[in-house]
C-alpha cells in the first residue's frame, strides 16, 4: 500500500470509531462499534512500541483532515484557535482598543480610531504613532502585523498602556486604554446616488447584518431615497438567517425566500412572514463570482420572486447548507466539525450548488470561467442543469450553479484592470494612499466634484513614488490604453484617501465613479417600464436577456 494511501485507510476506520463512540459508551456492542475499539488499540500499540516518539492527536487530526478531504469541498475541520479567528467577523464585534493601523517605515501609525471606541474617547486620532505598548517599544524592522494584534487585542475589561506621538509633532503623550467589545460592521456604506436611487453595500452577512441593514434602509428612507441597489459583490455568504431578514423586508407575506433539503435533513421552507415595508422599492443586486451562500439566497429570492432585477456575472454557487458539532481536542480543547448536512434551493426549485466531486477540479472554477469566456460573453455561461424553472410569474430561469443574473456586465480583461489589480494586491495603492493622507493632514478636502484631487495635490506623484519604490511598472499615458490604466488607478487612489480621511462610506462614493454594474443598475432602476405595480407591491416587468413578458 502506498504512503498516500495509509492515513486514507486509517481516516476512515477512525470515522467508523467517533460516529460510534456513543453506543460504546452505552454499553452495547456492533461491528462499528468494535471497529473503533480496534483503532484504538492499533492507536495505543503505535503509541506504545512505534520506534519514535509519536504525538497521538496529531495522528487523530491526520484521520480527521483525511475524512473531510473525501468529502463536499465545503466541510471542514477547525481547530480551537482558528474557530476564535473566525468568530470576530461572524459575530459582528471583537475586541480590543478600537483603532484601525497600518506599518510604515517601521513604524505603527494609526489610520482610524474605531468611532465609540475606547480609542477614540481617550484622545487617540489619525495620523498618531503608536511608539510604545507597555514597557515594549514597537519600531524597526521586526515590527509585524501579528505582533502589533498579539499587544493591541485583549479581553474586555482588561488594560493596556500606550504611548504615542501625536500626528504632525514629537510631542508624546501616555494613555491607558481599557479593552472593550469593538463592532465590526458588515453593512459599509449608504447614500444616495441620484434621482432618489439608494446605494447599500453588504460585505458579509453576520449577526448584526440584518439589523445594520434595516438602519441603513430607514437612513435612505428618510433620505428621500425610494430605490435601492443592494451591492453584494465578493460577498462570501455568513448566516442564512440575516439574508431572510433582509428579504423579508421586500416581499409580500407568504411567498418563498428559499428551502433547504438533504438525506437525514426534511425540506425546511423559509416563506416570508410579512408584507415588506420595502416591498413597493424597486430593486437591483449587484453580484459576482464571487458572491456565494447568503449573498445567492438573496438574490435567488428577488430573482423567483420577480422583484428585483440582477445585474453582474454568475454567481460562485455554493448552495450547501453546514451545521457545526463539537470535536473534544485533548491539547487545545475543542474544535469543531462544519458537517454539509442539506442544499439550499431558490423558490422555483433551483440549486444553487455548482458541480463537486471527481472529474471536477473545483478549486480553478475562476480560471475555468476564464477560459470558456463566462466572465467575457453571457452566451458563453454553462447551464449545468437542464431543467427550465419558473419565476412567481412565469419568467424561465436556470439552475445547476450560482445565479444567472438578467443584466450581464464583462469582466474588464485589460492590462489596466491587471495593473490596478497588481497595486492594490501589494499594498502599494493603500500606502501611497497613506503616505499623501500624512502628508495633508488639517487640509480640507472635498469628495463632492469628479476631480476633487487634482494635480495640485502631489497624489499621483505619491503613488508613482511608492510604486517604484515596490517596483511596480506605472503606465505610459502617451497611449489611450495607458490613459485609461492611469485613470483607474487614480480613482481607486482617490477612493482610499477618502476611506482615510472620512471612512467606507465615502470610499465607496468615489470607488463607483465610472463603475459599470452600478451605471447600469441605476440607469435600469430609472426606466419606467421596468417594474409595474400588483397589489400594493413592486414586480419586475421583463427579463432583459428574452424580454420575456410576465403575467402581471
Known sequence: MSQSKQPLVIAIALALGLMLGKGCEDGSLSSNSRVGSRISHILDQIEVLYVDSINREALVDVAVEAIVDELDPHTYYFSRAEL??????????????????????????VVNAIAGGPSESAGIRSGDRIVKVGDEEISGANLTNKRVMELLKGARGTKVDLSLLHSGSNEEYDVVIVRDRIPIHSVVASFILEENVGYIKVIRFSATTASEFAEAMHDLEQEGANSVIVDLRANGGGYMSA?????????????????TEGKASPRRDYISKYDGEYRSWPIAVLIDESSASASEIFAGAMQDNDRGLIVGRRSFGKGLVQEEFEVPNSNEGSGALRLTVARFYTPSGRAIQKPYGEGIDYEHDYEDRLQSGELFLNDSIIKTDSVVYRTLFGREVFGGGGITPDVFIPLDSTSGYRALAELVWTGVLRDAAFKWVDAHRGERVSITSDNWLDSQTGGMASIKSVAKEQGTVWPQKSSEEGRLQIERIMNRFYAQVARDLYGDNAYYQVLIHGDEFTSRALYELLQNDRFKVRDGGVYLLYNDSTNQSLNL
Open 84 to 109: 476564535e479567528e473566525m468568530a470576530a467577523p461572524m459575530e459582528g464585534n471583537f475586541e480590543g482598543i478600537g483603532v484601525e493601523f497600518i506599518i510604515q517605515n517601521d513604524t505603527l501609525i
Open 243 to 259: 439574508a431572510t431578514d433582509m428579504i423579508d423586508r421586500f416581499l409580500d407575506q407568504g411567498l418563498g425566500i428559499v428551502y
